[in-house]
């Protein structure tokens, strides 16, 4: 199922995820006009005193860039239906908050001059739209609220307003790479979204944009809906093995996850996977065939959180020198040893050694295949070839270590060139 437009994105490997909004005000995630019951008036407040006076989102394209991410997806507008952008069909929108401008505009330009690709998130959720419906509704914040129990909404007209507003996001920034929809749910889903017009209308005006599987339709089918998407989106997950459709194919896909345990700025959630844990769910990713798609919160004054950066920061510290192991590289074709991860790019493979375990790495079905082999990190050369205890595997072949321990406890990564 790979096509030609996405192609960068499979050579990328990882990007940046940002959820930013005025839910960063109170503090307590994304979701949390929800999981509250916050009422419009209330949360008006958030609105009304949303200034990032620290916003400076060249810091965070350099962040991006510096960790080894190519590309960013950052909320355009959430669940919440706040607008990070100057949307002419609405007033709910960082140009008339204290921020007083396009937040959107900025991002873009930022992470173009770093050389990154640009996506935009866009929920087809919106808790503030008075056509979008309440009454039976298992999210919207008023749900439970007696007033709304017989609001309906009008669910055609609201999905003019999300085509208009995607209209705005694909004309007005320049080329954009992602669209990444969110989210389809019991009868708000396909065509109740218009969705196969949204597609038509997103592919005329950006033929080269890859669309997210969101809006409701079945990628891994054997015929695919028109609006199913181009690649699929795992949740806090990574799949135990690579995706596929109906007919064996692999389907692309990216897996979403999250820093700490909240999308938006959660001040109180510290909550942080270890770089270690980040690097090894990207190899695993990549050895997978997929994606990794990681996920900041910037405060609500506009700063990525300081321990988020420093977790960055040695992330890339680590794709520096082991980078060629992630991009454009993919499932290996091989069984997933014990001692860690393959990940592979033409006849390059490379031996990901999570674990250094006792005496030679064993390298099953090898023995003859391989041309040299090298430390990834510094080239190295590590010796292969078999043991004097090893003579009844006649089918593997053996990486020999001098030491005890692994050079990178984190993952190290052995370039095999094959024959």
Same mark, same amino acid.
């Given at each position: @199922?790979?096509?030609?437009?996405?192609?960068?994105?499979? #050579?990328?490997?990882?990007? @940046?995820?940002?959820?930013?909004?005025?839910?960063?005000?109170?503090?307590?995630?994304?979701?949390?006009?929800?999981?509250?019951?916050?009422?419009?008036?209330?949360?008006?407040?958030?609105?009304? =005193?949303?200034?990032?006076?620290?916003? $400076?989102?060249?810091?965070?394209?350099?962040?991006?860039?510096?960790?080894?991410?190519?590309?960013?997806?950052?909320?355009?507008?959430?669940?919440? !239906?706040? /607008?990070? &952008?100057?949307?002419?069909?609405?007033?709910? *929108?960082?140009?008339? =908050?204290?921020?007083?401008?396009?937040?959107?505009?900025?991002?873009?330009?930022?992470?173009?001059?770093?050389?990154? *690709?640009?996506? &935009?998130?866009?929920?087809?959720?919106?808790?503030?739209?008075? $056509?979008?419906?309440?009454?039976?509704?298992?999210?919207?914040?008023?749900?439970?609220?007696?007033?709304?129990?017989?609001?309906?909404?009008?669910?055609?007209?609201?999905?003019?307003?999300?085509? $208009?507003?995607?209209?705005?996001?694909?004309?007005?920034?320049?080329?954009?790479?992602?669209?990444?929809?969110?989210?389809?749910?019991?009868? @708000?889903?396909?065509?109740?979204?218009?969705?196969?017009?949204?597609?038509? @209308?997103?592919?005329?005006?950006?033929?080269?944009?890859?669309?997210?599987?969101?809006?409701?339709?079945?990628?891994?089918?054997?015929?695919?809906?028109?609006?199913?998407?181009?690649?699929?989106?795992?949740?806090?997950?990574?799949?135990?093995?690579?995706?596929?459709?109906?007919? !064996?194919?692999?389907?692309?896909?990216?897996?979403?996850?999250?820093?700490?345990?909240? %999308?938006?700025?959660?001040?109180?959630? *510290?909550? %942080?996977?270890?770089?270690? =844990?980040?690097?090894?769910?990207?190899?695993? /990713?990549?050895?997978?065939?997929?994606?990794?798609?990681?996920?900041?919160?910037?405060?609500?004054?506009?700063?990525?959180?300081?321990?988020?950066?420093?977790?960055?920061?040695?992330? !890339?510290?680590?794709?520096?020198?082991?980078?060629?192991?992630?991009?454009? /590289?993919?499932?290996?074709?091989?069984?997933?040893?014990?001692?860690?991860? &393959?990940?592979?790019?033409?006849?390059?493979?490379?031996?990901?050694?999570?674990?250094?375990?006792?005496?030679?790495?064993?390298?099953?079905?090898?023995?003859?295949?391989?041309?040299?082999?090298?430390?990834?990190?510094?080239?190295?050369?590590?010796?292969?070839?078999?043991?004097?205890?090893?003579?009844?595997?006649? #089918?593997?072949?053996?990486?020999?270590?001098?030491?005890?321990?692994?050079?990178?406890?984190?993952?190290?990564?052995?370039?095999?060139?094959?024959?």
């Amino acid at each position: @199922m790979e096509k030609e437009h996405l192609a960068w994105f499979l #050579e990328a490997r990882f990007g @940046m995820f940002i959820h930013w909004g005025i839910y960063a005000v109170p503090g307590r995630g994304e979701w949390v006009r929800q999981q509250e019951d916050i009422p419009e008036e209330v949360y008006r407040q958030y609105f009304e =005193t949303f200034e990032p006076v620290r916003y $400076d989102p060249r810091a965070w394209a350099r962040a991006a860039k510096a960790a080894g991410m190519k590309y960013a997806v950052m909320t355009a507008k959430h669940h919440d !239906g706040f /607008c990070l &952008f100057d949307s002419s069909y609405t007033d709910y *929108k960082a140009t008339n =908050t204290p921020a007083g401008r396009d937040l959107i505009r900025e991002y873009v330009e930022a992470f173009r001059a770093e050389g990154l *690709k640009v996506g &935009f998130y866009y929920s087809l959720l919106d808790w503030h739209h008075p $056509d979008y419906p309440i009454a039976g509704d298992r999210f919207h914040p008023l749900r439970n609220h007696p007033d709304y129990q017989a609001h309906r909404g009008n669910l055609s007209r609201y999905a003019d307003y999300v085509r $208009d507003q995607v209209r705005e996001l694909l004309t007005n920034y320049g080329r954009i790479d992602i669209l990444w929809f969110d989210f389809s749910y019991d009868e @708000m889903r396909g065509e109740a979204w218009k969705a196969t017009e949204l597609v038509r @209308m997103v592919r005329a005006l950006q033929p080269w944009i890859i669309i997210n599987d969101r809006l409701g339709g079945n990628l891994k089918a054997r015929e695919p809906e028109e609006y199913a998407g181009d690649f699929t989106t795992p949740e806090q997950i990574i799949p135990p093995e690579g995706i596929r459709n109906e007919t !064996g194919e692999p389907v692309p896909w990216e897996a979403c996850i999250t820093l700490n345990d909240h %999308w938006g700025y959660a001040a109180w959630d *510290k909550n %942080w996977k270890s770089p270690k =844990t980040i690097v090894r769910a990207l190899v695993e /990713c990549v050895s997978k065939g997929g994606n990794f798609l990681l996920n900041v919160g910037p405060t609500p004054k506009g700063e990525i959180p300081a321990a988020c950066v420093r977790i960055l920061e040695q992330v !890339g510290e680590w794709m520096a020198q082991n980078g060629a192991s992630i991009y454009g /590289c993919g499932h290996a074709g091989l069984p997933k040893p014990e001692w860690g991860r &393959f990940t592979r790019r033409g006849n390059r493979l490379y031996a990901h050694i999570l674990e250094r375990g006792v005496g030679p790495v064993v390298l099953r079905g090898l023995a003859g295949r391989i041309a040299y082999a090298r430390l990834l990190a510094d080239g190295a050369e590590i010796a292969v070839g078999r043991p004097w205890n090893a003579a009844e595997y006649p #089918e593997d072949a053996f990486l020999s270590f001098p030491g005890a321990e692994l050079p990178d406890e984190w993952d190290t990564v052995v370039e095999l060139v094959l024959k």
